[in-house]
């Protein structure tokens, strides 16, 4: 079965392609659960208008996708709580200037 720190960094290859960080960094994934080889991922996005959705959701499919013992993954766009700054990393905040 796979970890959740496995999927998490599986996830450091989502990119935000506006910040060219990615979405581990910039606090933008809320949630990882396991359950066999099931993964479910909630994570959200700067603002409820960005374009990059779906784009997103297809790069959490195949990234997470291609680890060993992952048959399923279901990722879940959310707004609640709504994303702020203050969850980047150190050094995501450092990258972009805050």
Known sequence: MV???????ALRDVIDPELGLDFVELGLIY???VQDATVRVT?????????IGPQVSEQIEEFVGELDGVQEV???????????????????KFALGF
């Open 3 to 9: 970890s959740v720190d496995e999927v998490t960094e």
């Open 31 to 33: 949630e990882v659960e």
């Open 74 to 92: 279901q990722p879940t766009m959310t707004f609640s709580p709504p994303w702020t700054p203050e969850r980047m990393s150190e050094d995501a």
């Open 43 to 51: 994570y959200t996005l700067t603002s409820p208008g960005c374009p």
